[in-house]
């Protein structure tokens, strides 16, 4: 998700071990660092599910399937600026996808 708003992945490094110790210790640049005009409701999504402590993150899909869902409802109804339309129908596909698999595993 990060990538697909970015375009960037959160983490970069001459090595994979130096990827490895950037994702146990450091945060991710926020996603409107490199996407101004993203709103803050998506963003808290996103930095969201990459918490570091597990108690931080969404508990299951279906949690963070609804809070992308809510995200996008509020960019779709007041934002000035939305996503170009193919990085937008990637963002819904993506949450019908993950929707699907985490029906009825409650």
């Not at 299951?60 to 109804?77: D, P, Q, S, Y």
Request: aromatic content about 4%; proline content about 11%; hydrophobic content about 40%.
């Amino acid at each position: 998700l990060y990538e697909m708003l970015t375009n960037r992945v959160p983490f970069d490094g001459k090595d994979p071990l130096n990827v490895a110790m950037m994702h146990m210790t450091e945060a991710p640049p926020p996603p409107r660092h490199f996407r101004p005009e993203l709103r803050a409701e998506l963003e808290a999504v996103v930095l969201k599910a990459l918490a570091k402590e597990p108690t931080d993150r969404f508990s299951t899909g279906r949690e963070m399937a609804g809070a992308l869902a809510a995200a996008i409802a509020e960019e779709n109804k007041s934002a000035p600026v939305t996503p170009s339309p193919p990085m937008h129908c990637t963002i819904r596909l993506a949450l019908r996808k993950l929707i699907r698999r985490t029906s009825g595993k409650m």
